[in-house]
């Protein structure tokens, strides 16, 4: 199979076995299109990470922190009103 390669700005076509090298005169020359199966193609899983979601997290943590902390206050007022 002949490989394009540039060489002083011109395209040759190159074996990559013994060397051979040829002027590429035209694009189709060594043009070469190939149909690939599904099987073959590789997927890629891309994850983003969205601003929205970090917002709703913070304010999910931030509740939490106000429950315990109320929760806290309770049981501090009943020790004390206890003694």
Same mark, same amino acid.
């Given at each position: +199979?002949?490989?394009? @390669?540039?060489?002083?700005?011109?395209?040759?076509?190159?074996?990559? #076995?013994?060397?051979?090298?040829?002027?590429?005169?035209?694009? @189709? @020359?060594?043009?070469?299109?190939?149909? +690939?199966?599904? $099987?073959?193609?590789?997927?890629?899983?891309?994850? =983003? #990470?969205? %601003?929205?979601?970090?917002?709703?997290?913070?304010? %999910?943590?931030? %509740?939490?922190?106000? =429950? !315990? !902390? $109320?929760?806290?206050?309770?049981?501090?007022?009943? %020790? @004390?009103? =206890? =003694?």
């Amino acid at each position: +199979i002949l490989v394009p @390669s540039r060489k002083n700005n011109e395209t040759y076509l190159v074996c990559n #076995r013994c060397g051979f090298s040829k002027l590429a005169k035209d694009v @189709s @020359s060594y043009k070469r299109r190939e149909k +690939i199966s599904d $099987e073959r193609k590789v997927k890629v899983l891309v994850l =983003e #990470r969205t %601003e929205k979601r970090g917002k709703e997290k913070l304010e %999910e943590e931030r %509740e939490l922190l106000q =429950e !315990y !902390y $109320e929760i806290f206050l309770d049981t501090m007022e009943e %020790e @004390s009103g =206890e =003694e």
